[in-house]
């Protein structure tokens, strides 16, 4: 168990639709990232937040957005549904910002029909 | 960030020691060695990492070479537990900058598969 908890484990949606995926970090992080991982990407960085500021962003779509809320739990908000998007969804949280040592999530697998 | 070359399998059993190399001819001199594993489909695990020197935690062995161009993850009794992808990250360490963020870019990793 790393201490990160993201809810839910598993959502089916429909194409079109607009789902929320929750993580909350090992007390005491203050970082929180976000990673796709679909059959044919591997494992694709998205997002990472430190203490409420964005700090980095990789390939994140703009159908998605996500934001650190104040007591550091984060959400990510994809919107706009469509097949490919189909994905195990990772948060990983760490004490600093710089670090290489993160801690993840079991993942929120979703899956749009 | 540089990039990793890793066999796409490999073979151990159980008992065994099991010797996972990484290929990492364009690394830079600030940039650290990370190694992680995945359990199938379950969040990835942080193993260990080391800049130059060998590093060993209670999990694994981490072997960098002088020129540190490649690295050996060494499990020195691997189980059947120890099945999964393991993946060689290659990160440049940003102390001090308060702007640039961070991020692990996976690669496709080796899939250990531990033998009974």
């Known amino acids: 168990d790393s201490g990160v908890t993201q809810t839910p484990k598993h959502l089916i949606t429909a194409t079109g639709q607009r789902v929320t995926l929750r993580c909350s970090p090992r007390?005491?992080?203050?970082?929180v990232y976000w990673y796709q991982q679909s059959l044919d990407q591997g494992l694709q960085f998205l997002i990472q937040y430190y203490n409420g500021e964005e700090r980095a962003k990789g390939n994140i779509l703009e159908r998605f957005s996500a934001q650190q809320f104040p007591d550091l739990h984060s959400e990510l908000n994809l919107s706009s549904l469509e097949l490919g998007d189909s994905a195990l969804y990772f948060c990983?949280?760490?004490?600093?910002?710089?670090?290489?040592?993160?801690?993840f999530g079991e993942g929120s697998r979703l899956t749009v029909l | 960030d540089a990039k990793t070359t890793q066999p796409p399998s490999m073979d151990c059993a159980e008992g065994r020691a099991a010797n996972l190399p990484c290929n990492h001819s364009t690394i830079s001199g600030n940039e650290y060695v990370y190694w992680y594993r995945q359990i199938h489909s379950q969040g990835p695990q942080y193993i260990i990492h080391?800049?130059?020197n060998n590093e060993t935690n209670e999990m694994a062995s981490l072997i960098i070479t002088e020129d540190r161009k490649s690295s050996t993850l060494i499990l020195p009794h691997a189980t059947l537990r120890d099945t999964a992808v393991y993946y060689c990250?290659?990160?440049?360490?940003?102390?001090?900058?308060?702007?640039?963020?961070?991020?692990?870019?996976f690669g496709e990793g080796t899939q250990l598969t531990v033998n009974p």
């Open positions: 990983a949280s760490s004490v600093h910002q710089y670090t290489g040592e993160l801690f």
């Open positions: 007390s005491g992080d203050l970082s």
């Open positions: 080391g800049l130059k």
């Open positions: 990250i290659v990160r440049v360490a940003r102390v001090g900058e308060e702007t640039s963020g961070s991020r692990l870019t």
